[in-house]
């Protein structure tokens, strides 16, 4: 066979080309295989206590249980596949909840009632044992502006309780704080409270951050804000004997000129970029964000088409570089408008009603996120918590039998590779289909043994890394 080129021309325009390739890598290293929050809990800092997200839990399990004392009334509510074949009389449905109890995990999904079952136990189980995965001690617009003596005070007084909850070990896995956003007028604010409350934690903790601890940069529009925040970031590590690098933050995606600027571009990889690898997730502000868009107060909800342009923007602009993405929040609450010991009928009803419409919105909401590949939002009440996790279990249960069969075909394809010495250069696909697998894991709604079913194995699930699971397999076989 002859070739028309020459070995060291091809060399040095392949070594050129890689150097390329590996700028992109770089760039865009692909999702991260890291455990992310399905929600984030923004409570005014004034409020905030050591046992705060454990009182969370109870109200949240009280509201389901008042509202939803079953699976059957859950799965009417938010009509759940197979609901209509569900029973309607109280000694049925105890009857049916008994027998499934009775049946293997692998038995009750040859039943009508296998989703609606699952997804409620599963919601009782995650509140009884973390309701709360992220939360934010807020500063902003859930503390509001107050006299600056009174934010100095809050800020000793909310990481003196986190340092409590961190001792007790009653904080949620994932915490941070939302501070004053970088403009003009709240800059000076924003860093003060920043320092008070850094410098009271560690001081009251021996050093020592809660895992997962992030700071919450709002209403960003220009790198420089990002900038600002990453050489505070060095100095507050200095003064307080932290590693370099320790502190991490988020921004907000709350205004139109982070999602085009002046000069028509999106800007969000220059703001992502500005803060020096230190920002980890960019959360979307749905009020904010609708209002700026010109939005009146009535039609600022998660549903405005407004909303969906920001989070294909948004996608497309970070999409591959390993950023979090988060959805905003609903502002509908489910909670009754009737309070007390002693109501009538009627306004027990309409307590109902108005819970299950709330539920409803809620649940509606955050299936659209998860639809759209936004695999976070916000709440901003207890009472918002089962719904979060009811639309979260019930989209990753629904979709499980599918993923399954993907993502074990997707294993036996790479396995043919490994075995004939082929090269499978697909490895970010396979990270993608194992990702559905561990954040189905990660938030409850699925067990490790389940991921099994898969082809892949405890050890493998463990790496939580497709191109590590392929480099195994090649270990083994070589």
């Known amino acids: 066979m002859k070739l028309s080129l020459q070995d060291s021309d091809k060399a040095q325009l392949l070594d050129q080309l890689g150097e390329a390739n590996r700028r992109f890598q770089h760039t865009y290293p692909g999702d991260k295989p890291d ?8 409570g005014g800092a004034n409020l905030f206590k050591a046992d705060t997200c454990v009182r969370m839990g109870d109200i949240a399990l009280n509201n389901l249980h008042t509202y939803a004392p079953n699976f059957v009334e859950l799965a009417r509510v938010l009509q759940l596949k197979g609901h209509e074949h569900l029973p309607t009389l109280a000694q049925d449905i105890k009857a ?6 009775g049946m293997s995990a692998e038995e009750r999904k040859h039943e009508h009632a296998w989703l609606a079952y ?61 501070i004053k956003p970088f403009t003009e007028d709240m800059k000076a604010r924003g860093i003060r409270t920043l320092d008070i409350f850094l410098t009271t934690l560690l001081e009251k903790t021996g050093g020592k951050l809660p895992d997962n601890f992030v700071v919450m940069l709002p209403k960003v529009t220009i790198p420089e804000q990002m900038t600002t925040m990453v050489r505070f970031f060095e100095l507050l590590e200095k003064a307080n004997g932290l590693e370099p690098g320790t502190l991490k933050m988020e921004t907000m995606v709350e ?18 970029r500005a803060s020096e690898g230190r920002c980890v997730a960019a959360h979307f502000g749905t009020y904010d964000y609708t209002a700026s868009a010109g939005i009146t107060a009535k039609y600022q909800t998660m549903a405005h088409p407004v909303c969906d342009f920001a989070h294909h923007m948004t996608k497309v602009a970070l999409g591959g570089t390993g950023i979090f993405l988060s959805d905003g929040a609903t502002n ?5 408008p009737h309070r007390g010991e002693n109501l009538s009928y009627e306004q027990l009803r309409e307590n109902r009603e108005s819970v299950h419409n709330a539920w409803r919105q ?18 901003l009440n207890p009472a918002q918590l089962p719904m979060r996790y009811a639309a979260t279990y019930n989209f990753f249960l629904s979709s499980y039998d599918d993923a399954v069969h993907r993502l074990k075909t997707f294993v036996e394809r790479a396995a043919i590779s490994t075995l004939t010495g082929d090269i499978f250069d697909d490895a970010a696909t396979g990270q993608g289909l194992l990702n559905f697998f561990l954040k189905a894991l990660n938030c409850g709604a699925i067990t490790e043994e389940e991921i099994k079913a898969t082809g892949l194995t405890t050890a493998e699930i463990h790496t939580r890394s497709f191109f590590r699971i392929l480099e195994g397999r090649r270990a083994q076989k070589a």
């Open 255 to 272: 205004a139109t000129q982070i999602i085009m600027d002046e000069e028509g571009r999106n800007p969000l990889m220059r703001i992502i």
């Open 35 to 42: 455990r992310q929050p399905v929600h984030t809990v923004y």
């Open 96 to 101: 049916l909840t008994a027998r499934l109890e």
């Open 332 to 336: 509908v609450m489910p909670i009754g």
């Open 362 to 379: 809620g649940f509606q909401h955050t299936t659209h996120s998860l639809i759209n590949g936004l695999y976070q939002g916000w709440d």
């Open 118 to 178: 699952s997804v409620y136990n599963k919601m009782v189980r995650k509140l009884q044992t973390e309701a709360v995965e992220d939360f934010r001690i807020d500063f902003e617009d859930g503390f509001g502006n107050r006299p600056d003596a009174e934010e100095d005070a809050t800020a000793v007084q909310a990481a003196t309780e986190l340092a409590l909850g961190m001792q007790k070990g009653t904080v949620s896995p994932f915490i941070g704080i939302r």
